[in-house]
């Protein structure tokens, strides 16, 4: 008996030091590191929900900045973690050494074949898929794009006028999260959405269910081997989604297959990519969710914030309507094409300010592809070595933006843009793999713009909150409250 109890101590105290010797990763390789806490690293009062994971990292972050370090190292877990703080190296890593980072280091496996899609492969695969896909998202297949999603927004307005008429508070953040939702079906799976109508829709549901939050599958990820987990089935996103997603998907490919149906969307790009043998049934289903995963949640949450902060400053959205008014009225039929969309200028500094402040993808994720000297040092990063970009940190940080929990767009006059350094501005992330549907967002921002503000005033109802909190754990940086506002017709 003495013996199983010795054995079985002398197991915990080996564990215990094993684990230790783990946390002391960075500081063996010389670079500066923050006292970890057992188990949890850096990330406890994350995982305990006490500290946004916006702001997770924050400490760390003016540390290494007082103490002129342009980067340190911190750990999820035992999973050691490199943050890069300073704007010139980050640029160095997305950019110029961007071959040493080609991946964005969330959970990879082969047998989680919806999960290898264009946000998730790395290398030459993603390299090459990238120059396949980018066919969707240029400038004149956005001008296709834009009629779509302006007479969708028909619909926007329309139901604002409801509430207008009878004076109840809209809950703006399910409502954009909505037409989000329907902009998405309809622009790239090609199906007729009406969610901002029908909320009980199941594509809003099935899409809540993608970015509510994952805080085990995230756990598990970064505590446990990929291989291993793949094996045992682990997929990336839970099955109840998948199983709404993948018929859906074979469905439309096969009626428009079927029928001749062409609607020169993202969908018949890829239908076309798999006529040609050069993306399989899985790829293609696999690119088709991505899009509905990263396209709708980031695109909504960014209009909430702006249509929130223009509710509460109102003489913002007066010069927002004046400038959409403006060009509205100079043409015959009163509506706003594609190319005077370039001309919404001031509208566009506002959007721009709303991805500083409530930049949706808070942080931006990379890992380590191949083994990287940093320069000018002995120090090297591993490959596999995940890194973590803190965007949001600063996108607030007063040297770049002063008084940052300000809302102002005039952060994004052009003078003030151009006086600022590079990569101190970066929502749709930086380098070759920026965002791919920037413009798509941008447009879709705009379009909401457009339709909700030319004909209603927004206003702060009493039960929404002066200042407004975000939710702990989620993917995208998402305001925890619902927000109310009241609308009223303009006269
Ligand atoms: C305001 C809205 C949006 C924000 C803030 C946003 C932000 C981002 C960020 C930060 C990244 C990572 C970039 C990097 O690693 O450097 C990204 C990648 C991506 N986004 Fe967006 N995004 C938005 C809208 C969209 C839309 C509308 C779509 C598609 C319809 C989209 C599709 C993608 C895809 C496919 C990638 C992966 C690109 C690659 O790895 O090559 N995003 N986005």
Known sequence: MIWWLFSFAACCVANYLF?????????????????????FGNGKEIFQGKVKLCNGFRKQYYDLKKENKQYGGVYLFYKPTFLPVHPEFIKQILTKDFEHFTSHGLFNH?????????????????KTLRSKLSPTFTSGKMKGVYAILYSLAERLEKKVGVYAK?????????HTACFGTDVIATCFFGLESDCLNVPESEFRKYGQLIFAPRTLRFIMETIFNW?????????????????FFIPLIKETVAYRKKNNVSRRDYMDLLIHLQNENQLDEKELIANTMVMYGAGHETSSTATTFLMYELAKNQDIQDKVREEILRICKRNPDGEITYDDLADMKYSEMCIYETLRRYSPAAEVPRQCTKTYTIPGTNSVIEKNTFVLIPVWLIHMDPEYYPNPEKFNPENFLPENKHSR???????????????????????????????????????????????????????????????YLDVTPVL
């Open 166 to 174: 009878t004076g109840q508070p809209l809950e703006i953040k399910e």
């Open 227 to 243: 291989k291993l987990l793949g094996v045992l089935g682990h997929t990336f996103a839970s099955k109840k989604i998948t199983k």
């Open 19 to 39: 684990l230790k010797h783990k946390h002391t990763y960075w500081t063996r390789r010389g670079i500066r590191q923050f006292n970890p806490d057992f188990f």
């Open 421 to 483: 350094q590079d990569f101190v501005f970066m929502p749709f992330g930086g380098g070759p793999r920026f965002c791919i549907g920037s413009k798509i967002a941008l447009m879709h921002i705009k379009v909401n713009l457009i339709k909700q503000f030319r004909k209603y005033r927004f206003a702060l109802n009493p039960k929404t909150p002066e200042n407004i909190t975000f939710e702990s754990l989620s993917l995208t940086l998402r305001a925890k409250e619902n927000i």
């Open 110 to 126: 082969e047998n989680d074949y919806i999960n290898q899609h264009i946000f998730n492969v790395d290398g030459e695969k993603w």
